[in-house]
């Protein structure tokens, strides 16, 4: 197994342009969660799925940021429009929850520069 | 409210020292914790669990209630060691992570 997969790795864009970021998680896993990591405020959880419906998208900054997992295997998170303070890594992990806290397996992550 | 707080965004040591990552957490009710470390050019990765109570890599952790703490600790440093360390939270019948704002550990040779 790959593992998580992202893509793209690398992503460079101009303030007010649309960006789609897409994660395909572990095949079996039932959840999956979006993660922003910036160095002021580290690892926060955007919006997170269980069986492909969004249990909580409290984190998700505000209404140009949004989610969607159509699958089991593939979700989007998308900026629009998106802003220079937007620029950060963006990571997916993927994990089995069953009744307990399981592992949370992460992708490589994308790099989003927003200019 | 719950929160986890890594007070230390960087931690410099020698190789063989001591070290210790402090994380405080805020949380009502029964906490899981967890380290997560990152190492350079990798994926964030499971360190430790509280509730496995084991040692990895060297790396142990002990939950305190009465502290809300969840230090990880190793006796001696090894430049391998470097890399991001995220401690991690959640709560029973969830698989939502709430994360600290990390700590940076390096080992000098």
């Known amino acids: 197994d790959a593992g998580v997969i992202q893509s793209p790795r690398h992503e460079v864009t101009e303030m007010g342009q649309e960006v789609t970021l897409r994660c395909k998680p572990i095949s079996g896993h039932n959840s999956l969660f979006w993660y922003r990591q910036t160095m002021m405020r580290g690892l926060e959880l955007l919006i997170y799925f269980n069986n492909n419906v969004p249990i909580d998208d409290s984190g998700m900054p505000e209404d140009r940021f949004s989610a969607k997992m159509p699958n089991a295997s593939f979700s989007t998170l998308k900026i629009q429009p998106s802003e220079p303070r937007d620029s950060a890594v963006y990571f997916c992990a993927s994990s089995l929850w069953l009744e307990a806290t399981d592992t949370q397996y992460f992708g490589p992550g994308t790099r989003l520069t927003v200019l | 409210a719950q929160r986890v707080t890594q007070p230390e965004k960087l931690l410099s040591v020698f190789k063989g020292a001591p070290v210790e990552l402090k994380c405080n957490y805020s949380?009502?009710?029964?906490?899981?914790l967890f380290w997560y470390v990152q190492y350079s050019r990798q994926r964030l990765q499971l360190l430790l669990r509280?509730?496995s109570r084991e040692s990895i890599k060297g790396f142990t952790a002990d939950l305190n209630k009465g502290e809300t703490s969840f230090h990880l600790k190793k006796p001696f440093a090894q430049e391998e060691d470097s890399a991001m360390y995220y401690c991690?939270?959640?709560?029973?019948?969830?698989?939502?992570?709430?994360f600290g704002t990390g700590t940076r550990l390096q080992v000098f040779p």
């Open positions: 991690a939270l959640s709560g029973r019948n969830t698989d939502k992570l709430i």
């Open positions: 949380y009502s009710g029964s906490p899981e």
């Open positions: 509280h509730i």
